[in-house]
Antibody
Framework: EVQLVESGGGLVQPGGSLRLSCAAS????????MHWVRQAPGKGLVWVSR????????NYADSVKGRFTISKDNAKNTVYLQMNSLRVEDTAVYYC?????WGQGTLVTVSS | QSALTQPASVSGSPGQSITISCTGT?????????VSWYQQHPGKAPKLMIY???NRPSGVSNRFSGSKSGNTASLTISGLQADDEADYYC??????????FGTGTKVTVL
């Protein structure tokens, strides 16, 4: 069964950094676009970023552009989201997905 | 990158059909056939129900169907069941090479 497992979430102070990871089993990232989607507590889904199959193309939501960086390691079947200059409003559950499959999410809390 | 517009809530009785709308612009919903729909139960990850406007992934009930007209996409759930009670989100590719989700719709089975 396909599984996407996120890790790396936690509590961080405003201005701090975190790196999220998303490891896949049974599917290969090399043939899929991969996305990060977030959901603030009690709020809706918000698209954050995506990366293409060979990692040559990345796109970002305006709200995170210049602060977040998506990358992938096809050999490790892992996608990353480096989050810098974190703000209180970045607090959310972060999901990785290729849309057909979703991870369980990892909670990022930005608070002093 | 404004969210696509969905009704906040839709309700129906068991066995009835309901339709959820998703309104965007010619730069997203109206410009591409890359509209998808997701079901999310409380505390769970989203689940893909429809992709590329009207295609159902393997394992999704044929009670779920999708369509699009102009800048508005729609998800119809027929033969409403108790387990259909959840939040539903649409998603579209945009001309800015990004994706955008809808505001979300809470479906209540009366």
């Amino acid at each position: 069964e396909v599984q996407l497992v996120e890790s790396g979430g936690g509590l961080v102070q405003p201005g701090g950094s975190l790196r999220l990871s998303c490891a896949a089993s049974e599917i290969t990232f090399s043939s899929h676009w991969m996305h990060w989607v977030r959901q603030a507590p009690g709020k809706g889904l918000v698209w954050v970023s995506r990366i293409n199959s060979d990692g040559s193309t990345t796109n970002y939501a305006d709200s995170v552009k210049g602060r977040f960086t998506i990358s992938k390691d096809n050999a490790k079947n892992t996608v990353y989201l480096q989050m810098n200059s974190l703000r209180v409003e970045d607090t959310a559950v972060y999901y990785c997905a290729n849309y057909f499959y979703w991870g369980q999410g990892t909670l990022v809390t930005v608070s002093s | 990158q404004s969210a696509l517009t969905q009704p906040a809530s839709v309700s129906g009785s068991p066995g009835q059909s309901i339709t959820i709308s998703c309104t965007g612009t010619s730069s997203d919903v109206g410009g591409y056939n890359y509209v998808s729909w997701y079901q999310q139960h409380p505390g769970k990850a989203p689940k893909l129900m429809i992709y590329e406007v009207s295609n159902r992934p393997s394992g999704v009930s044929n009670r779920f169907s999708g369509s699009k007209s102009g800048n508005t996409a729609s998800l119809t759930i027929s033969g409403l069941q108790a387990d259909d009670e959840a939040d539903y989100y649409c998603n579209s590719y945009t001309s800015s090479n990004t994706d955008v989700f809808g505001t979300g719709t809470k479906v209540t089975v009366l």
